[in-house]
T-cell receptor, first 115, second 113 residues
Framework: NAGVMQNPRHLVRRRGQEARLRCSPM?????VYWYRQLPEEGLKFMVY????????ESGMPKERFSAEFPKEGPSILRIQQVVRGDSAAYFC?????????????FGPGTRLTVL | AQSVTQLDSQVPVFEEAPVELRCNYS??????LFWYVQYPNQGLQLLLK??????LVKGINGFEAEFNKSQTSFHLRKPSVHISDTAEYFC???????????FGTGTRLTVIP
């Protein structure tokens, strides 16, 4: 059973460009979470999605960031007009269900560098 | 509001020595508790979790953790570390009914030969 897959693993963008990060959950998982890890910090929750629905986006910056999880295909985290402060590792996690005990399994992350 | 405190940002320890990584949390509701390990340039791997029942939880790679409700702690221990245990360790909580995990800032364990 393949784990959570993320691509690209490394992404370099210049200020003002767009960044698209992809996440394919584990087989059988329909719940996807995105987290951001700034240098020397822990992971911070951004958004929680199910297929075609954003359930909780309380951790998403109000501007430039958006996420989707379409019926077919991977979940996408999109950052428009990137700035240097967006440089971070972005991790996706998936779980079978929403209930609290369900373990979230993490992907390898996408490391975004904004020049 | 919930919070997770990992008191030690860095812990150096000699190979085959025991280690304890500390984690304290605060929450107004019941929580589930997790320890994750992150090897360099990799994602997070679940070490162990406490959901309910026995307060002593055993995980992978010889790690264990003990939930102490009165002290709101969930310290991670290993009786004898290996070089391969060098990594970043994150404690996380998930409040019952919440969607997301809330992470501590991490403890960098360095095992010295």
């Amino acid at each position: 059973n393949a784990g959570v897959m993320q691509n690209p693993r490394h992404l370099v963008r210049r200020r003002g460009q767009e960044a698209r990060l992809r996440c394919s959950p584990m087989k059988g998982h329909s719940h996807v979470y995105w987290y951001r890890q700034l240098p020397e910090e822990g992971l911070k929750f951004m958004v929680y999605l199910q297929k075609e629905n954003i359930i909780d986006e309380s951790g998403m910056p109000k501007e430039r960031f958006s996420a989707e999880f379409p019926k077919e295909g991977p979940s996408i985290l999109r950052i428009q007009q990137v700035v240097r402060g967006d440089s971070a590792a972005y991790f996706c996690a998936s779980s079978v269900g929403r209930a609290g005990p369900d373990t979230q399994y993490f992907g390898p992350g996408t490391r975004l560098t904004v020049l | 509001a919930q919070s997770v405190t990992q008191l030690d940002s860095q812990v150096p320890v000699f190979e085959e020595a025991p280690v304890e990584l500390r984690c304290n949390y605060s929450s107004s509701v019941s929580v589930y508790l997790f320890w994750y390990v992150q090897y360099p340039n990799q994602g997070l791997q679940l070490l162990l979790k406490y959901l309910s029942g026995s307060t002593l939880v055993k995980g992978i790679n010889g790690f264990e953790a003990e939930f102490n409700k009165s002290q709101t702690s969930f310290h991670l221990r290993k009786p004898s570390v290996h070089i391969s245990d060098t990594a970043e360790y994150f404690c996380a909580v998930r409040e019952t009914g919440a969607n997301n995990l809330f992470f501590g800032t991490g403890t960098r364990l360095t095992v010295i030969p």
